[in-house]
């Protein structure tokens, strides 16, 4: 539901309008994402684009000095937060767009 509310300027009167919005088409979504797994799905998808997009500069991390396995955990861990930032709406909508 989405509510407009207006100002007369003239009479100094409130106008209010209620207006439904329609739910996102699901026959936009597709069937793989359409289960419990979507979460994990998009997930694994971001963390693997992620990767090979940024692959030279993971690299460049993996090769610093003070690089080890604390630091390795924490990366991945932060790609994988990085697929949070996404709406379940958004998230379906790029894994879409990529298949």
Do not use: C, W
Request: no cysteine; hydrophobic share 30%; glycine share 2%.
């Amino acid at each position: 539901m989405d509510i407009d509310i207006d100002i007369d300027p003239e009479s100094n009167q409130q106008h209010s309008k209620i207006k439904t919005v329609e739910p996102h088409p699901k026959t936009l979504l597709p069937e793989e994402l359409a289960s419990t797994s979507d979460d994990k799905t998009f997930q694994d998808y971001y963390v693997q684009l992620m990767t090979s997009e940024f692959s030279d500069d993971l690299d460049k991390l993996r090769q610093s000095k003070d690089f080890n396995e604390k630091s390795l955990y924490l990366l991945i861990q932060g790609l994988k937060e990085g697929a949070k930032m996404y709406s379940k709406e958004e998230a379906q909508i790029l894994s879409a767009n990529n298949q």
